[in-house]
Protein backbone atom coordinates (compact mmCIF):
# COMPACT_ATOMS: atom_id res chain seq x y z
CA UNK A 1 0.00 0.00 0.00
CA UNK A 2 1.88 2.95 -1.19
CA UNK A 3 1.80 5.96 1.24
CA UNK A 4 -0.08 9.46 0.31
CA UNK A 5 1.69 12.45 -0.60
CA UNK A 6 1.12 16.19 -0.41
CA UNK A 7 2.86 18.66 -1.28
CA UNK A 8 3.36 22.47 0.38
CA UNK A 9 4.56 25.37 -0.72
CA UNK A 10 6.18 26.73 2.36
CA UNK A 11 6.46 30.65 2.00
CA UNK A 12 8.45 31.74 4.89
CA UNK A 13 8.39 35.35 4.51
CA UNK A 14 9.73 38.11 6.82
CA UNK A 15 10.64 39.05 10.26
CA UNK A 16 10.02 36.13 12.13
CA UNK A 17 8.44 34.13 9.06
CA UNK A 18 11.28 31.58 8.96
CA UNK A 19 11.03 30.68 12.97
CA UNK A 20 7.42 30.01 12.78
CA UNK A 21 7.72 27.93 9.82
CA UNK A 22 10.36 25.51 10.94
CA UNK A 23 7.98 24.62 13.68
CA UNK A 24 4.98 23.54 11.18
CA UNK A 25 7.87 22.16 9.43
CA UNK A 26 8.79 20.01 12.61
CA UNK A 27 4.83 19.21 13.68
CA UNK A 28 3.96 18.41 10.04
CA UNK A 29 6.77 15.93 9.78
CA UNK A 30 5.62 14.07 13.29
CA UNK A 31 2.10 14.07 11.89
CA UNK A 32 3.32 12.36 8.33
CA UNK A 33 4.91 9.41 10.71
CA UNK A 34 1.96 8.51 12.59
CA UNK A 35 -0.33 8.98 10.02
CA UNK A 36 1.68 7.15 7.43
CA UNK A 37 1.75 10.70 4.69
CA UNK A 38 4.71 12.42 3.31
CA UNK A 39 4.70 15.83 3.56
CA UNK A 40 7.11 17.56 0.83
CA UNK A 41 8.35 20.56 1.06
CA UNK A 42 9.17 23.45 -1.39
CA UNK A 43 10.26 26.57 -0.22
CA UNK A 44 9.41 29.91 -2.39
CA UNK A 45 9.60 34.05 -1.90
CA UNK A 46 6.92 36.05 -0.93
CA UNK A 47 7.02 39.82 0.42
CA UNK A 48 10.18 41.81 1.35
CA UNK A 49 12.29 39.11 0.85
CA UNK A 50 11.33 38.43 -2.39
CA UNK A 51 11.44 42.36 -3.44
CA UNK A 52 15.08 42.16 -2.11
CA UNK A 53 16.31 38.84 -3.95
CA UNK A 54 14.00 39.42 -7.58
CA UNK A 55 12.35 43.31 -7.31
CA UNK A 56 8.54 42.41 -6.79
CA UNK A 57 6.88 40.84 -4.02
CA UNK A 58 5.08 38.24 -6.32
CA UNK A 59 7.73 36.20 -8.20
CA UNK A 60 6.71 33.50 -11.18
CA UNK A 61 8.83 31.29 -9.65
CA UNK A 62 6.41 31.59 -6.41
CA UNK A 63 3.14 31.49 -8.40
CA UNK A 64 4.47 27.96 -10.19
CA UNK A 65 5.22 26.71 -7.04
CA UNK A 66 1.66 27.25 -5.67
CA UNK A 67 0.04 26.18 -8.55
CA UNK A 68 1.92 23.11 -8.53
CA UNK A 69 1.54 22.40 -4.57
CA UNK A 70 -1.91 20.55 -2.77
CA UNK A 71 -1.47 23.84 0.09
CA UNK A 72 0.30 26.63 0.96
CA UNK A 73 1.52 27.83 3.78
CA UNK A 74 2.61 31.38 4.19
CA UNK A 75 4.12 32.42 7.79
CA UNK A 76 4.59 36.50 7.73
CA UNK A 77 5.65 39.28 5.01
CA UNK A 78 6.72 42.86 5.80
CA UNK A 79 8.07 45.35 7.99
CA UNK A 80 9.87 48.67 8.07
CA UNK A 81 12.31 48.12 5.94
CA UNK A 82 9.89 48.29 3.23
CA UNK A 83 7.60 50.65 3.84
CA UNK A 84 6.81 53.32 1.09
CA UNK A 85 4.30 56.12 0.11
CA UNK A 86 5.73 55.98 -3.33
CA UNK A 87 3.35 54.21 -5.39
CA UNK A 88 5.89 52.83 -8.38
CA UNK A 89 7.65 50.88 -5.91
CA UNK A 90 6.65 47.74 -4.67
CA UNK A 91 5.11 46.51 -1.41
CA UNK A 92 5.30 43.45 0.48
CA UNK A 93 1.35 43.60 0.53
CA UNK A 94 0.89 43.34 -3.07
CA UNK A 95 2.19 39.87 -2.53
CA UNK A 96 0.36 38.81 -0.40
CA UNK A 97 -2.91 40.64 -2.42
CA UNK A 98 -1.32 39.22 -5.39
CA UNK A 99 -0.99 35.25 -4.43
CA UNK A 100 -4.51 35.63 -3.49
CA UNK A 101 -6.12 36.82 -6.84
CA UNK A 102 -3.82 34.64 -8.97
CA UNK A 103 -4.89 31.23 -6.94
CA UNK A 104 -8.64 32.65 -6.94
CA UNK A 105 -9.02 32.54 -2.73
CA UNK A 106 -11.93 34.28 -2.70
CA UNK A 107 -12.64 33.07 0.86
CA UNK A 108 -10.90 33.99 3.83
CA UNK A 109 -12.00 31.68 7.42
CA UNK A 110 -10.34 33.37 10.42
CA UNK A 111 -11.54 31.16 13.48
CA UNK A 112 -11.99 33.10 16.63
CA UNK A 113 -12.46 30.95 19.44
CA UNK A 114 -10.72 31.60 23.09
CA UNK A 115 -8.61 28.93 24.40
CA UNK A 116 -10.02 29.02 28.60
CA UNK A 117 -6.16 29.34 29.62
CA UNK A 118 -5.97 32.41 27.97
CA UNK A 119 -8.55 34.33 29.18
CA UNK A 120 -6.81 36.53 31.77
CA UNK A 121 -4.75 37.63 28.21
CA UNK A 122 -6.93 39.50 26.97
CA UNK A 123 -7.76 43.23 27.56
CA UNK A 124 -11.74 42.51 28.18
CA UNK A 125 -12.72 40.81 31.74
CA UNK A 126 -13.23 37.60 31.71
CA UNK A 127 -17.02 37.42 32.10
CA UNK A 128 -17.36 39.38 28.79
CA UNK A 129 -15.64 36.13 26.83
CA UNK A 130 -17.78 33.33 27.88
CA UNK A 131 -19.44 31.59 25.65
CA UNK A 132 -16.81 33.23 22.35
CA UNK A 133 -16.89 31.18 19.49
CA UNK A 134 -17.45 32.76 15.73
CA UNK A 135 -16.11 32.30 12.66
CA UNK A 136 -15.32 35.13 10.15
CA UNK A 137 -15.87 34.86 6.66
CA UNK A 138 -14.02 37.70 4.74
CA UNK A 139 -14.20 38.43 1.03
CA UNK A 140 -10.56 38.23 -0.23
CA UNK A 141 -10.62 39.46 -3.76
CA UNK A 142 -13.08 42.31 -3.98
CA UNK A 143 -13.41 46.01 -2.64
CA UNK A 144 -11.11 48.28 -2.18
CA UNK A 145 -8.17 46.72 -2.31
CA UNK A 146 -8.68 45.52 -5.97
CA UNK A 147 -10.47 47.99 -7.23
CA UNK A 148 -9.53 51.55 -9.57
CA UNK A 149 -7.34 53.28 -7.57
CA UNK A 150 -4.91 56.34 -8.79
CA UNK A 151 -2.76 59.26 -7.42
CA UNK A 152 -3.53 62.68 -9.51
CA UNK A 153 -0.63 65.29 -9.20
CA UNK A 154 -1.43 69.18 -9.31
CA UNK A 155 -4.57 69.01 -9.54
CA UNK A 156 -6.30 72.71 -9.23
CA UNK A 157 -7.98 73.20 -5.87
CA UNK A 158 -6.87 70.24 -4.40
CA UNK A 159 -3.99 71.67 -2.29
CA UNK A 160 -4.06 73.95 1.28
CA UNK A 161 -5.79 77.11 1.04
CA UNK A 162 -6.61 76.48 -2.76
CA UNK A 163 -3.51 75.84 -4.62
CA UNK A 164 -2.50 72.71 -6.68
CA UNK A 165 -2.30 69.69 -5.02
CA UNK A 166 -2.71 65.29 -4.96
CA UNK A 167 -5.90 63.91 -5.45
CA UNK A 168 -5.86 60.12 -4.61
CA UNK A 169 -8.81 57.64 -4.94
CA UNK A 170 -9.41 53.82 -3.87
CA UNK A 171 -12.60 51.98 -5.61
CA UNK A 172 -14.81 49.82 -3.53
CA UNK A 173 -16.45 47.41 -6.22
CA UNK A 174 -18.09 44.47 -6.38
CA UNK A 175 -20.14 42.28 -8.74
CA UNK A 176 -23.36 40.24 -7.96
CA UNK A 177 -21.32 36.92 -7.95
CA UNK A 178 -18.66 37.60 -5.71
CA UNK A 179 -21.51 38.78 -2.99
CA UNK A 180 -23.19 35.30 -3.53
CA UNK A 181 -20.29 32.79 -3.76
CA UNK A 182 -18.80 34.17 -0.33
CA UNK A 183 -22.18 34.44 1.06
CA UNK A 184 -22.86 30.41 0.38
CA UNK A 185 -19.49 29.87 2.17
CA UNK A 186 -20.79 32.02 5.21
CA UNK A 187 -24.39 30.02 5.38
CA UNK A 188 -22.75 26.54 4.84
CA UNK A 189 -20.65 27.13 7.74
CA UNK A 190 -23.29 28.28 9.80
CA UNK A 191 -25.07 25.20 9.12
CA UNK A 192 -22.47 23.21 10.96
CA UNK A 193 -22.00 25.86 13.50
CA UNK A 194 -24.76 27.55 15.37
CA UNK A 195 -26.66 28.14 12.61
CA UNK A 196 -26.64 31.86 12.84
CA UNK A 197 -24.65 34.48 10.60
CA UNK A 198 -24.28 38.30 10.78
CA UNK A 199 -23.79 40.08 7.53
CA UNK A 200 -21.92 43.22 8.51
CA UNK A 201 -22.11 45.91 5.67
CA UNK A 202 -22.90 49.60 5.79
CA UNK A 203 -25.72 50.10 4.01
CA UNK A 204 -26.88 53.40 5.23
CA UNK A 205 -23.85 55.14 2.49
CA UNK A 206 -22.45 52.70 0.48
CA UNK A 207 -23.85 51.62 -2.51
CA UNK A 208 -21.64 48.38 -2.98
CA UNK A 209 -23.03 47.51 0.49
CA UNK A 210 -26.57 48.14 -0.84
CA UNK A 211 -26.10 45.82 -3.16
CA UNK A 212 -24.09 43.28 -0.99
CA UNK A 213 -27.58 43.06 1.29
CA UNK A 214 -29.69 42.42 -1.89
CA UNK A 215 -27.72 39.73 -2.75
CA UNK A 216 -26.90 38.06 0.75
CA UNK A 217 -31.16 38.31 1.53
CA UNK A 218 -31.83 36.90 -1.84
CA UNK A 219 -29.44 33.84 -1.37
CA UNK A 220 -30.81 33.44 1.84
CA UNK A 221 -34.49 33.60 1.18
CA UNK A 222 -34.21 30.50 -2.18
CA UNK A 223 -31.55 28.58 -0.31
CA UNK A 224 -31.00 29.07 3.43
CA UNK A 225 -34.10 29.85 5.26
CA UNK A 226 -33.45 27.80 7.61
CA UNK A 227 -30.40 29.93 9.03
CA UNK A 228 -30.79 32.97 11.24
CA UNK A 229 -29.19 36.26 8.96
CA UNK A 230 -28.89 39.52 10.76
CA UNK A 231 -27.96 42.68 9.02
CA UNK A 232 -25.65 44.36 10.90
CA UNK A 233 -23.75 47.73 10.18
CA UNK A 234 -19.59 47.79 10.34
CA UNK A 235 -19.40 50.61 12.86
CA UNK A 236 -22.13 48.75 15.47
CA UNK A 237 -20.26 45.62 14.56
CA UNK A 238 -16.98 46.77 16.22
CA UNK A 239 -18.26 48.41 18.83
CA UNK A 240 -20.14 44.86 19.65
CA UNK A 241 -17.22 43.12 19.19
CA UNK A 242 -16.36 44.39 22.07
CA UNK A 243 -19.31 44.74 24.33
CA UNK A 244 -20.92 41.25 23.70
CA UNK A 245 -18.65 39.17 21.47
CA UNK A 246 -20.69 35.52 22.17
CA UNK A 247 -23.55 36.78 20.13
CA UNK A 248 -21.39 36.16 16.85
CA UNK A 249 -21.25 32.74 15.12
CA UNK A 250 -20.41 33.29 11.69
CA UNK A 251 -19.83 36.84 10.43
CA UNK A 252 -19.35 37.62 6.49
CA UNK A 253 -18.52 40.50 5.45
CA UNK A 254 -16.33 42.50 2.65
CA UNK A 255 -12.86 42.69 1.98
CA UNK A 256 -11.73 46.01 4.03
CA UNK A 257 -13.99 45.66 6.78
CA UNK A 258 -13.07 41.96 7.23
CA UNK A 259 -9.40 43.03 7.92
CA UNK A 260 -10.10 45.36 10.42
CA UNK A 261 -12.32 43.39 12.59
CA UNK A 262 -10.93 40.24 12.33
CA UNK A 263 -8.08 41.92 13.74
CA UNK A 264 -9.73 43.40 16.64
CA UNK A 265 -11.49 39.92 17.36
CA UNK A 266 -7.90 38.56 17.55
CA UNK A 267 -7.65 40.92 20.54
CA UNK A 268 -10.42 38.51 22.45
CA UNK A 269 -8.34 35.73 22.50
CA UNK A 270 -5.45 37.81 24.05
CA UNK A 271 -2.75 38.08 21.30
CA UNK A 272 -2.53 37.71 17.34
CA UNK A 273 -0.25 35.02 17.88
CA UNK A 274 -3.38 32.80 18.39
CA UNK A 275 -5.71 33.33 15.08
CA UNK A 276 -4.92 31.53 11.98
CA UNK A 277 -6.84 31.61 8.74
CA UNK A 278 -7.44 29.73 5.50
CA UNK A 279 -7.86 30.96 2.46
CA UNK A 280 -10.17 29.21 0.22
CA UNK A 281 -11.33 28.74 -3.33
CA UNK A 282 -10.94 27.95 -6.89
CA UNK A 283 -7.13 27.07 -6.67
CA UNK A 284 -4.63 25.71 -4.75
CA UNK A 285 -5.68 27.09 -0.67
CA UNK A 286 -3.39 28.93 1.80
CA UNK A 287 -2.98 28.74 4.89
CA UNK A 288 -1.65 31.74 7.29
CA UNK A 289 -1.34 33.09 11.05
CA UNK A 290 -3.11 36.56 11.15
CA UNK A 291 -0.39 37.88 13.13
CA UNK A 292 2.71 40.05 10.98
CA UNK A 293 6.52 40.18 10.57
CA UNK A 294 6.88 41.10 14.16
CA UNK A 295 10.73 42.52 12.60
CA UNK A 296 11.40 43.72 16.50
CA UNK A 297 12.29 40.14 17.64
CA UNK A 298 12.75 38.38 14.70
CA UNK A 299 16.27 36.03 15.43
CA UNK A 300 15.48 36.13 18.93
CA UNK A 301 13.83 32.79 18.88
CA UNK A 302 10.58 33.83 21.37
CA UNK A 303 8.21 34.14 18.63
CA UNK A 304 4.46 32.54 19.23
CA UNK A 305 3.86 29.55 16.56
CA UNK A 306 1.05 28.75 18.08
CA UNK A 307 -1.23 30.64 15.26
CA UNK A 308 0.62 29.21 12.51
CA UNK A 309 0.40 25.51 14.29
CA UNK A 310 -3.64 26.03 14.33
CA UNK A 311 -2.87 27.48 10.53
CA UNK A 312 -1.61 23.84 9.86
CA UNK A 313 -4.73 22.37 11.67
CA UNK A 314 -6.78 24.04 8.96
CA UNK A 315 -4.71 22.84 6.52
CA UNK A 316 -5.42 19.45 7.65
CA UNK A 317 -9.05 19.56 7.61
CA UNK A 318 -9.63 21.75 4.50
CA UNK A 319 -7.03 20.44 2.11
CA UNK A 320 -5.96 17.08 3.67
CA UNK A 321 -9.39 16.01 5.15
CA UNK A 322 -7.03 14.36 7.97
CA UNK A 323 -9.39 15.47 10.50
CA UNK A 324 -8.91 13.10 13.03
CA UNK A 325 -5.14 14.51 12.92
CA UNK A 326 -6.33 17.78 13.17
CA UNK A 327 -8.35 17.27 16.02
CA UNK A 328 -5.15 15.87 17.76
CA UNK A 329 -3.26 18.93 16.99
CA UNK A 330 -5.71 21.05 18.64
CA UNK A 331 -6.24 19.10 21.59
CA UNK A 332 -2.08 19.25 21.79
CA UNK A 333 -1.90 22.61 21.75
CA UNK A 334 -4.47 23.20 24.30
CA UNK A 335 -3.18 20.68 26.21
CA UNK A 336 0.09 22.80 26.26
CA UNK A 337 -2.01 26.00 27.38
CA UNK A 338 -3.95 24.35 30.20
CA UNK A 339 -0.69 23.49 31.68
CA UNK A 340 0.10 26.89 31.75
CA UNK A 341 3.47 26.88 29.14
CA UNK A 342 3.44 30.56 27.48
CA UNK A 343 5.12 32.33 24.89
CA UNK A 344 5.72 35.79 25.80
CA UNK A 345 2.91 37.58 24.39
CA UNK A 346 0.73 35.40 25.83
CA UNK A 347 2.56 35.06 29.29
CA UNK A 348 0.87 37.49 31.88
CA UNK A 349 2.22 38.71 35.47
CA UNK A 350 1.03 35.19 37.35
CA UNK A 351 3.27 33.16 34.68
CA UNK A 352 6.15 32.10 36.29
CA UNK A 353 9.82 32.75 34.35
CA UNK A 354 10.38 29.15 33.72
CA UNK A 355 6.95 28.54 32.31
CA UNK A 356 7.65 30.83 29.59
CA UNK A 357 9.21 29.29 26.44
CA UNK A 358 10.86 30.12 23.19
CA UNK A 359 9.50 29.17 19.67
CA UNK A 360 10.97 26.10 19.23
CA UNK A 361 10.53 25.29 22.62
CA UNK A 362 7.02 25.98 22.12
CA UNK A 363 6.94 23.44 19.51
CA UNK A 364 8.47 20.82 21.08
CA UNK A 365 6.06 21.11 23.93
CA UNK A 366 3.26 20.23 20.62
CA UNK A 367 4.75 17.80 19.51
CA UNK A 368 5.10 15.85 22.71
CA UNK A 369 1.52 15.78 22.91
CA UNK A 370 0.54 14.81 19.79
Not at 142 to 166: K, L, M, P, S
Not at 232 to 239: C, E, G, R, S, W
Request: charged share 25%; glycine share 10%; net charge negative.
Amino acid sequence: MSTTTYRICLLPGDGIGPEITAEAVKVLGVIGEREDVAFEFSEALLGGIAIDETGTALPDATLEAAHASDAVLLAAIGGPKWDTTDPDKPRPEQGLLGIRKELGLYANLRPVKLFPALAGASTLKPKALEGVDMLIVRELTGGAYFGERAREYDVAGAGVGGTAGQRAYDTMEYREYEVERIARVAFEAAGSRRGKVHSVDKANVLESSRMWREVVHRLHEAEYADVELVDQLVDNTAMQLIRWPAQFDVMVTENLFGDILSDEASMLTGSLGMLASASLGDGTALYEPSHGSAPDIAGQGIANPLATLLSVELMLRHSFAMHEAADRLASAIESVLDEGWRTRDIADETTPSEWTVGTSAMGDLVVVRL
